[in-house]
């Protein structure tokens, strides 16, 4: 089946430091890719959607300056978190769809857990 | 390995009609449930969330029951409308999501 990875898988960081997270379709590409995030005991909430070669469409209330996505190519999506701050604590998920297909299918990656200091 | 299953993979009902869409899950060491729904093309959006020590949730027209002890949960949709027509997903969460793999409801005007 389709694989999503996510690196890092957990990250700590200082207050004001900017965090990078990478979201890689492994065998298949990714022409459109969504992230998530999830505060603690709260539903997942779409942040943006990204499709490659193309801005991302971010959701309303969610800051496009603070969280940058780049999808340069179709098998990799970065989410930047710049200048982090401790309410940006979350857990991240990105999603892929696999463009050489009919389906709609997402395939999640494993999420990456953000913990600013 | 936590397998998430969801029955009926596709449903079809006339509009009006009170459904039904079921998720069984293998681990119950779960931190919670979630249901979404996914529109052709769009992300997900998240419908209800039950939290681990949680029976049920209520959003209008939607009600989702979680029972840990036998690793179920189901999405009771009333009074359905064409509008309700989607794909259904639930997921748990232990360390991560681990997600069903879906049901597409489809809804007859």
């Known amino acids: 089946g389709a694989v999503v990875s996510q690196h890092p898988s957990w990250v700590i960081c200082k207050s004001g430091t900017s965090v990078k997270i990478e979201c890689r379709s492994l065998?298949?590409?990714?022409?459109?890719m969504f992230w998530y995030r999830q505060f603690p005991k709260q539903s997942l909430m779409l942040m943006a959607t990204?499709?490659?070669?193309?801005?991302?469409?971010?959701e309303q209330g969610v800051e496009k300056d603070k969280f940058l996505i780049n999808h340069a190519s179709l098998t990799l999506s970065t989410l930047t978190v710049t200048s982090a701050h401790p309410e940006d604590s979350s857990f991240y998920i990105c999603?892929?769809?696999?463009?050489?297909?009919?389906?709609?299918?997402?395939?999640f990656g494993p999420g990456t857990r953000l913990t600013v200091l | 390995k936590q397998e998430v299953t969801q029955i009926p993979a596709a449903l079809s009902v006339p509009e009006g009609e009170n459904l039904v869409l079921n998720c069984s899950f293998t681990?119950?060491?779960?931190?919670?449930l979630q249901w979404f729904r996914q529109d052709p093309g769009k992300g997900l959006t998240s419908l209800l969330l039950?939290?681990?020590?949680?029976r049920e949730q209520t959003s209008g027209r939607l009600n989702a029951s979680l029972d840990k002890s036998s690793g179920r949960s189901t999405l009771y949709i009333a009074a359905s409308q064409p509008g309700d027509s989607a794909t259904y997903l639930c997921?748990?969460?232990?360390?991560?999501?681990?997600f069903g793999t879906g049901t597409s409801l489809t809804v007859i005007p």
């Open positions: 999603s892929a769809r696999d463009g050489g297909k009919a389906s709609d299918e997402q395939f």
């Open positions: 065998d298949f590409q990714a022409t459109t």
């Open positions: 990204s499709n490659e070669g193309s801005k991302a469409t971010y």
């Open positions: 681990d119950s060491a779960i931190y919670n």
């Open positions: 039950i939290q681990s020590s949680q």
């Open positions: 997921a748990v969460t232990i360390n991560q999501f681990y």
